[in-house]
């Protein structure tokens, strides 16, 4: 291979790999209550419809895009980038109940608790 043909195939896989949407996991606070966990996913930049959440058992996933406009060939220094993260729910979520809204680039899911899960009282009998 010549020098010209190495710096060709050079330049052919830095433009490949500019091609590829780099993926990284968002910054997730989650809390706990009696009643439910919250979760907050910071993707800013992702519009709802770019945006795939999925339960599948305990097996929670969060998927998004951002999509960075292309306006010709000028110098752009932002790109598209995608969010990835998984969990493994505890027992005792009721995944058919599970609340999802995106406002100003934060995630808020609210993952109510089974009833069987929720913590009761106990009553005690006096004899």
Do not use: C, W
């Amino acid at each position: 291979m010549t020098k010209t043909q190495t710096a060709n195939a050079q330049d052919v896989n830095a433009a490949e790999n500019l091609n590829e949407v780099p993926t990284v996991a968002p910054l997730v606070d989650i809390y706990e209550n009696k009643d439910e966990l919250l979760m907050f996913a910071d993707i800013p930049g992702v519009d709802a419809d770019a945006l795939n959440i999925s339960l599948h058992d305990l097996d929670l996933v969060i998927e998004g895009k951002r999509l960075i406009p292309t306006y010709g060939t000028a110098e752009q220094e932002t790109r598209t980038v995608g969010y990835r993260r998984s969990f493994v729910l505890p027992p005792g979520i009721d995944g058919n109940n599970i609340v999802a809204k995106i406002t100003d680039g934060v995630l808020a899911l609210h993952l109510p608790k089974a009833a069987s899960a929720k913590p009761r009282q106990i009553p005690i009998k006096t004899a």
